[in-house]
């Protein structure tokens, strides 16, 4: 399965706001760039926060614990 590559980072660059995280969290990405998303926000940190905890769910645990 595929626990074989967990060791394997997946990183996403375009795309990535509140709506699309836990879609591509599901889909086996674990690193996300999420720029025009948080440059835009009213409140980057809110946003940011958001979604971590939204990539989080999907992964059970915090997604950025040294962020």
């Known amino acids: 399965g595929m626990d074989r590559f967990q060791a394997i980072d997946i990183a996403i660059d375009g795309g990535i706001d509140l709506k699309t995280v836990e879609t591509?969290?599901?889909?086996g990405a674990n690193a996300f760039v999420?720029?025009?998303?948080?440059?835009?926000?009213?409140?980057?940190?809110?946003?940011?926060?958001?979604?971590?905890?939204?990539?989080?769910?999907?992964?059970?645990?915090?997604?950025?614990?040294?962020?």
Do not use: K
Request: proline share 3%.
């Open 24 to 27: 591509v969290a599901a889909a």
């Open 34 to 67: 999420a720029g025009n998303s948080l440059y835009t926000a009213q409140d980057m940190t809110r946003d940011a926060a958001l979604l971590r905890a939204r990539a989080g769910e999907v992964f059970g645990r915090d997604a950025f614990p040294s962020i």
